[in-house]
Structures are given as structure tokens and as C-alpha cells.
């Protein structure tokens, strides 16, 4: 009998054995960086672009060739994001006590969008739809990549003025952003056709969108919530201790608000709000809260590595010199002078003031945004342009952030009376927080 030996690898085993060194990633990465200047997301687009230099390897994961999968997948995973970074939050939503989020809504990201634009449009000589969605998809701050800079785990205490503003923020602007990503398209389908557009984007885009998606997603947050914490005791799903009740309300919730076209991302981010105050103290919280976080973090780990891919497969070849130059007045000076702008007079301290306008991290939902307006704006000439800015741009974010997190955040700790080295300090991401050994309650 010939027992010669095929060692030409099964493609399946390969993929298995890959996600389980992935996982294994997940698990370990972020308590191995937790006190070095370096983050989980530069290791990931390392990872990608050896991966996708190797010679075997012929995939090249450009978002232009692939523009379905690239605006689905970066969907899924802000989705995800959105429902952990609502169902950590420890403070009660009130107008007064939330208001350095609406200052950070409704000054710094407009302000954002308008400076961008502005540098897109006259500086760096786009048309001024594609210089609007520019701004548009690169004001928000990103709920995936801003991990290290958010609240703790529910209840873990670690909520200061800095983490609840850049959280809360992250959470909310990505709702808040859709509609100039929309008058961008509004505006190039105009040019075309000639129609008048502002009634319809004002009534439609701005206010159903958002009102109805704050409306869709405080209902469904309240519906879960019931059948989690208040129905009779027997059959409350708290009791299950299953925290895949929290991917259920946010794929309920998305998918349920895009179907009467709202805005799905606003709706998600208030679902997990009402779902975390239906009982706030909950222990299942803090299961829910772990297991959105393992899931979003398998994604965004998926995510980088194609992204360093694509960074090794030509994704910046389309970049000019005025394109560099811009990408570092927007991360630079946009971001820091319109967040400090929007923080004038508002009690946090100096330090705090600076700590936020620095941390605009820009990343998977600036992905989505441009994916999304070129899908549906159609054959734009500059598309490769785009995708290389917006790509220097998420590269730069995560290198300059994520270098800068741990040193910053640390010193902001100590400055605060904390202290980041003692063992009831909250955990990196993914690691147990000091609420998960209390008791379950009833």
C-alpha cells in the first residue's frame, strides 16, 4: 500500500487552526499590553500584514473589490460595539448629567464635519458632496477601537469624567452622523437629477431617522428588559445567566429600526441604555456586558488583520502628498480644537479637557460610513483616493492612540487619586472585573 504522505495543507484546517490561534489572542492579548504602550489593534494589523505578505497568500482584501462585504461587516461589528458600550455605562441618562455627550454631539462633531469638509473640498480639491462624506465618516469618534479609553465593566467604578464622556460620545455619535453621511448622497443624487432635496432630507434623513430610532430603540430595550429582570421569577431570562440575550437585543433592535428606515445605530445604543436600566444592579449585566465584548472583540480582531491586508495589498498606493498633509491637520488640530471648543466651560479640569479632544480615535465606523456612501452614490472616480485616505487615517489613529492610551490613561488615573497598579483596579478588556465574584441576585 503507498502510504505517501500529502503535505499539501486542507484549507479547512488551516481556517480552524487560525481561529483558534485567534481566540486564543482574544483571551490573552489584552492582559499581556496592559501596562506597555501598545495596543490590542496595532498588534492585529500586524498580524494582517505579515499574514498578507507572505507569497502563498493571494487575497488581497481591498475594500474596493469587495464594497458589500466591507460595509456589512464593519456593520456588524459597530453594532456590537454600540450594545457593550451602552450596557457598561453606570451613569443614568439625564439631559444634566450627560452633558458633556451632547456637548461633544452638538459642537465638536459638527464643528468636525464642517472643518474636514472645508480641507477636503478647498485644500485637498474633491467635489464638495465627496469632501462632505469625508467629514462625515471621519468625525465620530469609534466605538470598536476606543476600548482602552472607555468605562470599565457594569459596576466595576471606573466611570470618571474623561471614560463616561469619550463612551458616551462614541456611543452616540455614530447615530448622529448618519445624516450628513445621507445629505452627501442626497446632494450627489441632486446634482444628477436636479430634484429638490431639503425638505425630504430634513424631514426624512434628520428627523424621522433619528426620532423614530430613539423611539424604536427605547421600546425594544424596554421589552427586553421585562422579559429579562420582570417577568415572574421562574421565567425571567436573568435566571438563564445566558448574556446571549444581549446579541439578541442588538440584532432585534437593529434590524427591527432599519426596517421602518431609522437610524439602527442610534436605536442599538439606546436599547442597550434602557436594557442596562431595567435593573441596573444586576450581576447578569456584567455577564451580557462579557460576552458582547468577546464577540466584538473576534470581530474587530477579523476586521484589523484584513485591514493590515489590505494596507500590504495597496490600500494607500491611490495617496498624494496633500493627502498625507491633511490626514495629520484632521487627526492633529480638527480634532483636539473642536473638542476643546466644545468643552469650554465645562467643569472638567485641564487635563481631562485635553485627554478627551486627543482621543478621537477614528476606525471601523469611519469604514462603515465610507462604504456605505460610495455603495450607494454608485461609480465615484476618486473611490481609491477615498479608501487610502480614510485608511492613513485609521492608521495613523491607531498608531498615535494607541501608543499614547496606556502612559495618558495611567497618568490620568494617579492624577485622580486612583491607583492603575492596584489589584481592584478594572481589568482590561475581557478580563474578569471585581463585580463578577459578588453573588448572583435574584
Not at 491586508?309 to 483636539?336: F, H, N, S, T, Y
Amino acid at each position: 500500500m503507498d502510504f505517501a504522505l500529502n503535505l499539501s495543507p486542507d484549507p479547512y484546517i488551516l481556517v480552524l487552526t487560525g481561529a483558534g490561534l485567534l481566540i486564543a489572542l482574544v483571551a490573552w492579548l489584552p492582559l499581556a499590553l496592559r501596562r506597555l504602550p501598545l495596543s490590542l489593534p496595532i498588534v492585529c494589523i500586524g498580524i494582517g500584514a505579515a499574514i498578507f505578505s507572505l507569497p502563498q497568500m493571494t487575497l488581497r482584501p481591498l475594500p474596493a473589490l469587495y464594497p458589500e462585504i466591507t460595509e456589512r461587516f464593519s456593520e456588524f461589528v459597530v453594532i456590537i460595539a454600540l450594545m457593550g458600550a451602552g450596557l457598561k455605562l453606570d451613569r443614568v441618562f439625564s439631559f444634566r448629567k450627560w452633558a458633556i455627550t451632547w456637548r461633544l454631539i452638538a459642537i465638536t462633531m459638527p464643528l468636525s464635519i464642517a472643518a474636514i469638509t472645508l480641507i477636503a473640498g478647498w485644500w485637498m480639491g474633491l467635489s464638495w458632496t465627496l469632501a462632505l462624506l469625508l467629514g462625515a465618516a471621519l468625525a465620530p469618534t469609534d466605538p470598536v477601537l476606543a476600548a482602552d479609553v472607555q468605562v470599565g465593566p457594569p459596576k466595576s467604578g471606573e466611570e470618571d469624567e474623561v471614560r463616561f464622556g469619550l463612551t458616551s460620545e462614541a456611543g452616540m455619535n455614530d447615530g448622529f452622523a448618519f445624516p450628513f453621511v445621507h445629505l452627501a448622497i442626497v446632494l450627489a443624487a441632486a446634482a444628477s437629477t436636479g430634484e429638490a432635496w431639503f425638505t425630504k432630507w430634513l424631514t426624512y434623513n434628520v428627523l424621522w431617522e433619528i426620532g423614530a430610532g430613539v423611539a424604536g430603540g427605547y421600546a425594544i430595550g424596554r421589552a427586553f428588559g421585562w422579559l429579562t429582570f420582570h417577568v415572574p421569577a421562574k421565567t425571567k431570562l436573568a435566571k438563564t445567566g445566558d448574556g446571549l440575550i444581549a446579541l439578541s437585543a442588538t440584532f432585534v433592535s437593529y434590524g427591527l429600526t432599519e426596517l421602518i428606515h431609522c437610524y439602527g445605530f442610534l436605536a442599538v445604543f439606546v436599547t442597550a441604555l434602557t436594557f442596562r436600566h431595567a435593573h441596573r444592579d444586576h450581576d447578569f449585566q456584567l455577564e451580557m456586558h462579557e460576552l458582547t465584548e468577546q464577540v466584538e472583540r473576534i470581530a474587530m480582531m477579523v476586521l484589523l488583520i484584513l485591514f493590515g491586508g489590505a494596507l500590504v495589498g495597496g490600500l494607500l498606493a491611490a495617496l498624494q502628498w496633500i493627502d498625507v498633509a491633511a490626514a495629520l491637520v484632521i487627526l492633529l488640530v480638527v480634532r483636539p480644537v473642536t473638542g476643546l471648543i466644545g468643552l469650554v466651560g465645562h467643569r472638567a479640569n485641564l487635563r481631562e479637557r485635553l485627554t478627551l479632544a486627543f482621543f478621537g480615535i477614528r476606525g471601523v465606523g469611519s469604514i462603515y460610513y465610507l462604504a456605505y456612501g460610495l455603495n450607494e452614490m454608485g461609480s465615484v472616480e476618486c473611490g481609491d483616493r477615498l479608501w487610502a485616505i480614510v485608511g492613513l487615517i485609521i492608521l495613523v489613529s491607531i498608531l498615535m492612540h494607541g501608543i499614547t492610551v496606556t502612559p495618558i490613561m495611567r497618568e490620568l488615573d494617579r492624577s485622580q487619586g486612583r491607583d492603575p497598579d492596584a489589584e481592584d483596579a478594572a481589568p482590561p478588556p475581557g478580563l474578569l472585573g471585581p463585580a463578577s465574584s459578588a453573588p448572583p441576585t435574584s
